[in-house]
């Protein structure tokens, strides 16, 4: 089960920080993807099970970092610098296996288990 916190709304240019926690046991890759309001959903950022690799797409750089603590099976994603085209439904996602790249990463259908979303609202 996952359970991701730390959604809200902010003001542009603020940050948030969300969590996402997986009950129990830790897993291979952890992904955030979110999904804007008449969007598909889409690939923000991701982690593999031993931390040593990370990916994020382009619009998020610099911005967004992705980091976990194995301790306490979650993951988080540092959001600062929000912009209003930030705002949408985020999810946590995992998968049994550990990828080291991107080309994987990315991909919904590489994901094995999904949290319920928590909303992000960046106003102008």
């Known amino acids: 089960q996952l359970v991701e916190s730390g959604g809200g709304f902010v003001q542009a240019g603020g940050s948030l920080r969300l969590s996402c926690a997986a009950s129990g046991r830790t897993f291979g890759s952890y992904g955030w993807f979110r999904q804007a309001p008449g969007k598909e959903r889409e690939f923000v950022a991701a982690?593999?099970?031993?931390?040593?690799?990370?990916g994020y797409t382009d619009s998020v750089k610099g911005r967004f970092t992705i980091s976990r603590d194995n301790a306490k099976n979650t993951v988080y994603l540092q959001m600062n610098s929000l912009k209003p085209e930030d705002t949408a439904v985020y999810y946590c996602?995992?998968?049994?296996?550990?990828?080291?790249?991107?080309?994987?990463?990315?991909?919904?259908?590489?994901?094995?288990?999904w949290g319920q979303g928590t909303q992000v609202t960046v106003s102008s």
């Open positions: 982690i593999n099970g031993r931390g040593a690799n990370t």
């Open positions: 996602a995992t998968s049994e296996a550990t990828y080291y790249s991107i080309s994987y990463y990315s991909r919904e259908d590489l994901y094995d288990y």
